[in-house]
Structure formats: structure tokens, C-alpha cells
């Protein structure tokens, strides 16, 4: 993936979880006009639980057909680095709580023979505002 614009701005926005949970400050966000991410996160959890049994009942949202429309980067590290993580057999899902909510890792093993590979490396070089 390579994208570059550079009529990009920098934004201030608040993120939360739930509509009524916390809000967190996100400070010089960079804006990507279209970020084209691909229709390919589906996550029923009912189905996950079902199959998986070490995975609690908690309040989990599912989803078809998502899409990211945000990406956040090490530069917010104390938002998604794990804070509980729960875990199962090899070939199973792992579960880890962020303060923005679960999030579902690894290998689910419902679709089988599917290898997906992909390396993301991105530089950006822009003028430092302080500098002028």
C-alpha cells in the first residue's frame, strides 16, 4: 500500500469506545482524503463463543462487512496495547481488552486453507512546524 497526498491537514478529535464511555484525546492527527481500506472484517462473536468455549460472556459488538475508518499508530500506544488478554488453544482466538474495547486476534480456524500475508511500511516526511 502506498498513498501519498499531501493535501493532508492535522486534527484534533476526541475517540471513545462506547457513546457513553470515556473519551480520549487524539492531538495532530493526520487526515488521509480516502484511506481505501478494504470490506473484509466480519466478526460474529455469538458463533466464536459457540465454537470457542473459553471465551467469555462479555459485552462484545458483532459485525459484517466492516470497515476501518481510523488507524491508530504507536504514537497512541496507551490506547490499543493489551490490558487483559485471554487465550485458548493453538489454533483458537485470542482476546485482548484495550481501553477502546476487545479485540480479536490469531487464527479462528473457521476458514480453512486461507493465508493471508501482507507488510505495510510507510515513511512520511513532512515540514516540522516549528521550524518557521
Same mark, same amino acid.
Given at each position: 500500500?502506498?498513498?501519498?497526498?499531501?493535501? @493532508? &491537514? &492535522? $486534527?484534533?478529535?476526541?475517540?471513545?469506545?462506547?457513546?457513553? =464511555?470515556?473519551? @480520549?484525546?487524539?492531538?495532530? %492527527? &493526520?487526515? /488521509?482524503?480516502?484511506?481505501?481500506?478494504?470490506?473484509?472484517?466480519? %466478526?460474529? @462473536?455469538?458463533?466464536?463463543?459457540? +465454537?470457542? +468455549?473459553?471465551?467469555?460472556?462479555?459485552?462484545?459488538?458483532? @459485525?459484517?462487512?466492516?470497515?476501518?475508518?481510523?488507524?491508530?499508530?504507536?504514537?497512541?500506544?496507551?490506547?490499543? %496495547?493489551? &490490558?487483559? /488478554?485471554?487465550?485458548?488453544?493453538?489454533?483458537?482466538?485470542?482476546? =485482548?481488552?484495550?481501553?477502546?474495547?476487545? $479485540?480479536?486476534?490469531?487464527?479462528?480456524?473457521?476458514?480453512?486453507?486461507?493465508?493471508? =500475508?501482507?507488510? /505495510?511500511?510507510?515513511?512520511?516526511?513532512?515540514?516540522?512546524?516549528?521550524?518557521?
Amino acid at each position: 500500500m502506498c498513498h501519498a497526498d499531501l493535501n @493532508f &491537514r &492535522r $486534527v484534533t478529535l476526541e475517540i471513545s469506545a462506547k457513546k457513553d =464511555s470515556e473519551k @480520549f484525546s487524539l492531538q495532530r %492527527v &493526520r487526515t /488521509v482524503r480516502k484511506l481505501n481500506l478494504p470490506v473484509c472484517q466480519t %466478526v460474529n @462473536f455469538k458463533s466464536l463463543r459457540s +465454537k470457542w +468455549k473459553y471465551i467469555p460472556e462479555i459485552d462484545y459488538k458483532s @459485525f459484517t462487512n466492516g470497515r476501518p475508518v481510523i488507524l491508530l499508530g504507536q504514537d497512541n500506544s496507551d490506547l490499543i %496495547v493489551s &490490558r487483559e /488478554v485471554i487465550e485458548g488453544p493453538k489454533q483458537g482466538p485470542i482476546i =485482548s481488552r484495550t481501553k477502546l474495547g476487545w $479485540v480479536v486476534h490469531g487464527n479462528n480456524a473457521i476458514v480453512k486453507g486461507r493465508v493471508d =500475508s501482507e507488510l /505495510v511500511c510507510m515513511t512520511i516526511d513532512e515540514p516540522k512546524d516549528d521550524l518557521h
